[in-house]
């Protein structure tokens, strides 16, 4: 008689992709991120991967620098830590709200989707593979 192995549990998460749009006007987009919170784990991360030859092929000017800064920075918040700054206080779910409110900015959150985990680590990098790399 063999034994069943029980899987491990799953939990609700959401994710929204970071779009880099050079040129508000022109509405064309990149993504180069993920934002990925699982309220069970009390779990809130982001990843990011720039790809500077197609960001620059949108818009040969774009500040690199700038987006790449934007970019650490939402890593930063969600980090938690000194790099948070007043963010840090807060907990994940609230970060993670804070970071997805719509913003007219180059660095946009996308809509929010939701989805099922056992490794929410594991899965905002599943995430950044098949949606951003």
Same mark, same amino acid.
């Given at each position: 008689?063999?034994?069943?192995?029980?899987?491990?549990?799953? %939990?609700?998460?959401?994710?929204?992709?970071?779009?880099? &749009?050079?040129?508000?006007?022109?509405?064309? /987009?990149?993504?180069?991120?993920? !934002? !990925?919170?699982?309220?069970?784990?009390?779990?809130?991360?982001?990843?990011? %991967?720039?790809?500077?030859?197609? !960001? !620059? #092929?949108?818009?040969?000017?774009?500040?690199?620098?700038?987006?790449? #800064?934007?970019?650490?920075?939402?890593? +930063?918040?969600?980090?938690?830590? #000194?790099?948070?700054? /007043?963010?840090?206080?807060?907990?994940?779910?609230?970060?993670?709200?804070?970071?997805?409110?719509?913003?007219?900015? &180059?660095? /946009?959150?996308?809509?929010? %989707?939701? +989805?099922?985990?056992?490794?929410?680590? #594991?899965?905002?990098?599943?995430?950044?593979?098949?949606? &951003?790399?």
């Amino acid at each position: 008689m063999t034994e069943a192995v029980e899987a491990p549990a799953r %939990h609700v998460f959401e994710y929204a992709l970071l779009r880099v &749009v050079p040129r508000i006007e022109r509405g064309e /987009q990149i993504n180069a991120g993920v !934002l !990925l919170y699982c309220r069970a784990r009390s779990f809130v991360a982001a990843r990011t %991967h720039l790809d500077e030859a197609r !960001l !620059l #092929a949108l818009d040969p000017h774009a500040d690199v620098a700038g987006v790449h #800064a934007a970019l650490r920075a939402v890593e +930063g918040v969600c980090a938690g830590g #000194a790099a948070a700054g /007043q963010a840090a206080a807060d907990d994940a779910g609230r970060r993670f709200r804070w970071l997805i409110a719509p913003r007219s900015t &180059v660095v /946009q959150p996308g809509p929010v %989707h939701t +989805g099922l985990t056992a490794d929410p680590a #594991a899965e905002v990098e599943r995430l950044l593979g098949l949606l &951003v790399r």
